[in-house]
């Protein structure tokens, strides 16, 4: 029952997706209400198609139905229900039904968003391409990646899904804020392809679409934020960060938008980097699409990726497709696309943005290269090699540093050309600021250049973010508004986005470079000391669960508690998953990760790693993602330079309380 629902869900958004492709190229030859109407009516299909399958899928999950083969593999009787639910998402079949999920779901809220502008052309093509998409990723579940095949032989109970899977709750929340980010991406990439084969060439498609890519960053943010907390509690080595491949391909496309963010203002305000703008929109779909199939094709060794599949290389046809018809359409309408003004100055908003758009784009080709170089030459010469965190930190320490240096002098710039005298007086407090900072961690003890450097330019960047908000602040109160419309608006929230950058940033730094590792075997009821605080062995505690068995050492951490560090055996499994134990505080972390000793009455051998400011680590993403929903609230409007450019009557923000 539960594939036939299943397959119908499929094929049902497979119509759909066709069915919307067909009614926009219909309405694009007829205008006319009846079009309109076929469009409104074929978009419900696509997502009613993704909700049935997914319906079918979470069904066969809780019921146990171990007639499907995807269910038999990543599910277990044993399997709690959250781990039954999350599931879905836990294999490579399920993950692409979420995708597809997801992407209806953006296809639809196109519709809604627009739907008083279906007759214009541009929207018709948007969604024609939108519809496009979905109809690959509906193919794919629908053949290569069934995840409703139908088991050979049924089996009483299930393998479960992997152990790393199914102990941290994060699970339930990474990989969707991932997903919604990533397939976010899909809507501005429309706009820009649309407006490239309509002509529409003006700025009025960026302004339609500057919340749907501001909230598509934003939850990629959260995404790679929360995989980074999941890998740092669940992983047992004690770092946030490995540059593992898959860590990798979802950082991509986070660099190349974050640069798209910050130059489009520069497209909207002064009309320049209309081609870098298009070509940074598509390289960010375009690295969703290579990561997929990274991530998905076995191609890649890690902890995060999936195993082999046979969808590999359609995935790398239609990211060849995709690039290969983005870059001929920007070279086909290149003479239109050619800005008519030029940067005044060097020294100006719009230069320290290009400055910062051409960093992000030599920071996401260093983890490009790193990235793809081994899968390159197993592919042509069959060798192999290794790149790892030497490389990636030879290279983009240098640039996240000059990234920090962009971030304290741009809010300070004005458009087109700055004075000394007004560039004195806006980065005066922040310049000294970041001056008191590095002396008093001279004082401290702090040692080391780029520690010293990166928390200074951290300083420097806060104090200057600060001003800012702080500026905004006084201008709502002139206007007798409430001071909480200093931070709103795209201006004010990427300042507060900054604040939280400029937390992962320092946190980042501070954890790696002072980081220690210092391995104690105690007796129970032995005590030690170890970086000031006096760790206690109070015994072994047995874990006997339906589907895992192990041990944990209990330790106590001065007067904070029992932490329980351990090894567990899943029975799917055939080896142990270390179950690492923290006490984190807002100044420094104490990871504890079980190393030897495992039985009750015996030492126990701990590797205790100490490390500062980690909690900012997670702050600073939790900041991000305030500042990119206070930037999604309109603040004051003006009226843009060229009306007749806008696809939607709408105005652009710009004012010193919200604007941009």
């Not at 980097?273 to 997929?292: C, E, K, M």
């Not at 400011?613 to 900041?623: C, F, K, N």
């Amino acid at each position: 029952m539960n594939a036939f629902i299943g397959h119908l869900g499929i094929w049902i958004g497979v119509l759909g997706s066709a069915a919307t492709v067909a009614m926009c190229c219909t309405a694009l030859v007829r205008t006319g209400t009846r079009s309109i109407a076929h469009i409104r009516a074929v978009v419900l299909l696509p997502i009613l198609g993704a909700v049935i399958a997914t319906f079918a899928m979470e069904r066969a999950l809780i019921t146990h139905d171990f007639s499907l083969a995807y269910v038999a593999s990543n599910n277990s009787r044993e399997t709690p229900l959250l781990y039954s639910l999350t599931g879905m998402w836990s294999a490579l079949q399920g993950s692409i039904l979420l995708w597809v999920l997801i992407l209806t779901g953006y296809l639809l809220a196109m519709a809604i968003r627009f739907r008083d502008r279906l007759d214009d052309r541009l929207f018709l093509v948007a969604l024609a391409i939108t519809g496009v998409v979905a109809l690959f990723f509906f193919y794919l579940i629908a053949g290569p990646a069934d995840p409703f095949v139908v088991a050979s032989r049924v089996v009483a109970d299930g393998t479960g899904p992997n152990p790393l899977l199914q102990d941290n709750l994060l699970i339930a929340f990474h990989p969707v804020f991932l997903y919604l980010g990533y397939v976010g991406f899909t809507v501005p990439f429309a706009f820009a392809i649309a407006s490239l084969i309509t002509g529409r060439i003006g700025e009025g498609w960026l302004v339609a679409t500057r919340r749907a890519t501001v909230f598509a960053w934003s939850c990629l943010t959260v995404g790679i934020v929360l995989g980074a907390w999941w890998s740092y509690q669940s992983l047992g080595w004690g770092g946030a960060w490995g540059w593992d491949p898959v860590e990798n391909v979802a950082l991509l496309p986070w660099l190349t938008a974050t640069a798209s963010l910050h130059s489009v203002m520069v497209q909207e305000r002064r009309g320049l980097l209309r081609i870098w703008n298009l070509s940074l929109l598509v390289a960010t779909f375009s690295l969703t699409i290579l990561g997929t199939f990274l991530t998905r094709s076995g191609v890649v060794v890690s902890v995060h990726a999936f195993s082999n599949s046979g969808i590999g290389p359609t995935l790398l046809a239609f990211f060849a497709v995709t690039v290969l018809v983005s870059v001929s359409l920007i070279g086909w309408r290149g003479d239109r696309l050619v800005s008519s003004g030029s940067i005044d100055a060097p020294v100006s908003r719009e230069g320290a943005f290009l400055a910062n758009n051409l960093i992000f784009a030599c920071f996401a080709f260093v983890v490009l290269l790193g990235t793809v170089a081994p899968v390159l030459v197993e592919a042509v010469s069959g060798g192999a090699i290794s790149i790892g965190r030497p490389y990636f930190d030879t290279f983009t320490v240098p640039l996240g540093i000059s990234l920090l240096f962009i971030m304290a002098i741009a809010p300070a710039l004005p458009w087109r050309k700055a004075g000394s005298g007004v560039m004195r007086a806006r980065i005066l407090v922040p310049a000294w600021s970041a001056l008191v900072m590095l002396a008093l961690l001279v004082a401290l003890g702090v040692r080391g250049f780029v520690p010293l450097l990166t928390f200074s330019l951290g300083g420097f960047a806060a104090a200057a973010a600060l001003r800012q908000l702080g500026l905004a602040t006084l201008a709502a109160h002139r206007h007798g508004l409430p001071l909480w419309r200093g931070l709103v608006g795209r201006a004010n929230g990427g300042m507060v986005t900054h604040l939280g950058v400029i937390c992962i940033a320092v946190a980042l730094c501070a954890s790696t470079s002072f980081a220690t590792r210092t391995l104690v075997t105690l007796r129970p009821g032995a005590s030690t000391v170890t970086d000031g605080r006096t760790l206690t062995f109070v015994g072994w505690q047995t874990v006997d669960a339906p589907a895992a068995k192990g041990y944990l050492a209990k330790i106590r951490i001065g007067g904070d508690g029992v932490f329980r560090p351990g090894i567990v055996n899943f029975d799917n499994s055939p080896s142990s998953t270390a179950m690492p134990s923290i006490d984190s505080t807002p100044t420094r972390d104490l990871y504890l990760e079980l190393a030897s000793g495992a039985g009750l009455g015996l030492p126990v051998s701990i590797e205790v790693i100490s490390e500062p400011l980690v909690m900012w680590l997670w702050i600073g993403g939790a900041i991000c993602a305030l500042g990119a929903l206070l930037a999604l609230i309109p603040g004051s409007r003006r009226r843009p330079t060229d009306p007749s450019t806008v696809l939607l009557p709408e105005l652009l923000e710009a004012s010193p309380v919200g604007g941009r």
